[in-house]
Structure formats: C-alpha cells, structure tokens
C-alpha cells in the first residue's frame, strides 16, 4: 500500500495548474483560491520549494494596487464555478474576486523561510513576496480597521474562509435581500446540498456581491455600506499572528517593518475586551448591529494562534477548550456539539476541518506541548484512515464535501515532518 505521504504529494502534483493549485479536482472550486494557496504553499515546500514560491507569487500577481490580495484568482475563463470572473468583474493582472481572505499566507511564508535553507535566488524572490506581504497588510489596517483600534473588519462572510458558520447568521438575518435576484448555483451540481450552505445564505451572499459591484469595490465605500460587518475573533487572530510573523520574517531579510508593531499593542488591548468572563470565551462583533455573537465555534478558539501576551487567559481559553469536544473520536468540530447551531454534516457548521485543527495546534504548541502533540497526533490518525478530503463527520471520520482536498494533504505533510 502506498504510503500516505505520498498520496499526499500526489494529490498537490495532481491538483498543479500553471504556476497554482486548485484546492481540489472535482470541479467545485476551479480555479485559485487565497488561504488555500497558502495552505499549498506549506506542503510543497517538503518537496519541492520552487512549487512552494511559485504558488505564492502567482497568488499575489493578483493583488491589487491598494494592497488586497483577492480571496479568489480566475486563471483562466472557467465558467463552471458560481460567482465566476463573470460576475464579479474585476481583477488586476487577474480577473478575481472583490474580497479578500484569511491572511495565513504571513505566518506559512515565515514558516517556510524559518524551515528551508533557501538558496540567493530563492531568498530574493522571498524578499520581494515579503515586500507584498507588507502591503497587504498595511491594506487590512488602512482600509479595514476604520475605528483604528487595531481590529480588522470583515464585510462578506466568504472573506472568513468559513462561509457559513453560525458566527454569521445573526448579521446575516439582516442583510436585506436584493429583490429579484437572480442566480445559479454550480457548487450543487458536484455536492450534495446537505453538506453545503442554504439557499438564504446564497441570496445574501449575492447581494453583498452586487452591492459591492455598484460601488466598484472602492475599498473605503464598500466598508462603510456593506450591510454586513463583523470584527470577527477568528479573523483577527490570524491578522495579529499575521503581523507579529511577517516583522519577523522581514528582519531576516534587514527589512524594517517596526511601524506595524505598534499595530500588535493597540491590537491586543483592543481584542482583549471580546473575552467574556462568565463564558471564559471571545465573542465576535457584529459591527453592523452593535451586538456579540455568542456562538461557541472553534474559530474563537484561534485567539492561541494570535499568541496575546496573557498567560492567564490562554489557559482559560486551553481549558475550554478541553471540554469543546476533544473527548470525542474525532475533533474539533468547527461547532460545538453542545450549541444549538451545531449541523453534524454541514460544511463550517459542525464537521472537522484540517486547517482549523491546523490553525488550533500552531497556538497550542507553545503554551500546552501535550495537549497540541494529542491534537496532532489525532488529526494525523484522522488523514492516514481517511486520506484527503474537504472535511469529516466527527463521529465516524465519514469523508464529507470534495475529494483530494489540496490543503488536507498540504498540511498533513506539515504535521507528519514537524
Ligand atoms: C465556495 O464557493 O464555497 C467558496 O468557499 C467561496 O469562497
């Protein structure tokens, strides 16, 4: 039998386009997709770390020239997939989305840096992704973060990479559904639509679409009338981890990005104030409506991954955690089973993810080794039984949503060589 590291760099090669990847092969996501790319980016670098630069730098020919790097890149005319370049009808260089994702791509570059010995010319193509990378999160703080407090907004739930968590349903509910809106869904055609967002949720992921189309994607307009903005946990922990690893990774290259460390302070004092002690949880904001969101969702659980300097309060959140789901066969659920939003097979609503347990044990490994070594040696076990796919049903590990799923295999080799 072949050994499931190699099925897992098979998968990636498989998945290989010109210069990106597709987050899968089964045709419900044609084209490149950011966090994924990132995720991508990981895995090749333990086999190949031309792949691993390429895919980067094709990633961000897209960005844009006020810094955002779009959630999704359009390489080729692909109509297959809902909303295609069609409809959202922009880009630079690349046709693209108008919305951005999860900037995991900081930590993973650093990482990659940190673990390789990269060769003059690798290092100065590093160097000028790094330089993009500054200006991509200089976009979150310029545009995003219009309290200036240090926290990012986000105004689609696709810019999450957790479209359809419960986290979004109560900002969601108010969003008013353009009339006569008119659609078709793809993503139905190649998976079953008991695992995949409702039709409510489309029709309000449409009209942010549109609405943002009508203000051309002008990046100060669209965040203050997007009828849906959330200062989410998850989010932001991956923003300030983001920061605190990029001015790290630039000193190596003598780069000085001290101004984004007066980001971390503000960051930090600011995203303290969503930690609920009655709960011993963070909530995210719904900016919008003035209200917290008290769903128990593994994303909350990211604030490890942010790093904050309070020991007292990562270990109040570590022992939460402990009770989440962990004593299950199968964890985390990116809900918890306890809350009543909990779906057991559908999508960002209750099943394991790899890149949350990813995002989990990168938090963890500093602040509880035993604990992230279980989590890892789980999630391990989880991807050896069942091999790659999009998401798992955490009683039975049953494999849910599309097959050879990129990052599930990326980082699976990023655990097995850590
Ligand atoms: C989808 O189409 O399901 C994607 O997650 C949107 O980014």
Known sequence: M?????????????????????????????????????????????????YAIKELETLLTGQWNDGMVPHILFHDNDESYFPNHKTWECGNKIPSSGITQPPIIATIVK??????????GQMKRMETIIKKLKKYLDWFYNYRDTNKIGLVSIIHPWESGLDNSPIWDSPLDKVKIEENLKYERRDLNVSKSENRPLKKDYDAYITLLNQFKKNKYNPNKIVNESMFNVIDIGFNSIVIRATK???????????????????????????????????????SYDFKNHSLIKVDAISNYFILFADLENKEINNKIISKLKKYNSQKEYFFTTVNPKDKTFEETRYWRGPVWINSNWIIYQGLINKDKNFSELLKNKTLELLENKKFHEYYNFKNGDCLGANNFSWSAALYLDLKFN
């Open 2 to 50: 072949k050994e499931t590291i190699e099925i897992a760099k098979e998968v990636l090669k498989n998945n290989r386009r010109s210069g990106y990847t597709l987050p899968t092969n089964n045709k419900l996501y044609p084209a490149q997709w950011n966090w994924d790319s990132a995720f991508i980016a990981l895995g090749y670098s333990y086999f190949n770390i031309d």
């Open 111 to 120: 990482n990659i840096v940190d673990q390789n010995k990269l060769d003059q």
């Open 245 to 283: 690893d990029l001015i790290k990774v630039a000193k190596k290259f003598n780069l000085n990005f001290s101004d984004l460390e007066n980001k971390i302070t503000l960051s930090e004092e600011s995203l303290i104030k969503f930690y609920k002690n009655e709960e011993q949880s963070f909530f």
